[in-house]
């Protein structure tokens, strides 16, 4: 079993910078592939970044590519969303992700554990 917990949400402005936190129980972080997924009011959860066990792979929604970028840190069991260059249709709520499977996943069927989202808005 494996609890999540996201931090670091708030209300930015656009072009502004905000990083998410994501701290998981347990002493096997390091098994788990990583993933942040976003929801909007009304809209499908949606993929927005994944890093690997090792942290060797990376992979981004399109539209985020060069703006956000996913980190984890083993040693503290804990990953992170840097997200700069905010822009409105980044308000959503974001969720952290932890799969144990060996393809680093996008689909959020792959995930085996969910933290319950922080909110992030931009305002325009």
């Known amino acids: 079993q494996v609890q999540l917990v996201e931090s670091g949400g708030g209300l930015v402005q656009a072009g502004g910078s905000l990083r998410l936190s994501c701290a998981a129980s347990?002493?096997?972080?390091?098994?788990?592939?990583m993933g942040w997924f976003r929801q909007a009011p009304g809209k499908e959860r949606e993929f927005v970044a994944v890093i690997s066990r090792s942290g060797v792979i990376t992979r981004y929604k399109d539209s985020v590519k060069g703006r956000f970028t996913i980190s984890r840190d083993n040693a503290k069991n804990t990953v992170y969303l840097q997200m700069n260059s905010l822009k409105p249709e980044d308000t959503a709520v974001y969720y952290c992700?932890?799969?144990?499977?060996?393809?680093?996943?996008?689909?959020?069927?792959?995930?085996?554990?969910w933290g319950l989202g922080t909110q992030v808005t931009v305002s325009s």
């Open positions: 347990g002493r096997t972080f390091s098994d788990y592939h």
């Open positions: 992700a932890a799969d144990s499977g060996i393809v680093v996943p996008t689909s959020e069927t792959s995930y085996d554990y």
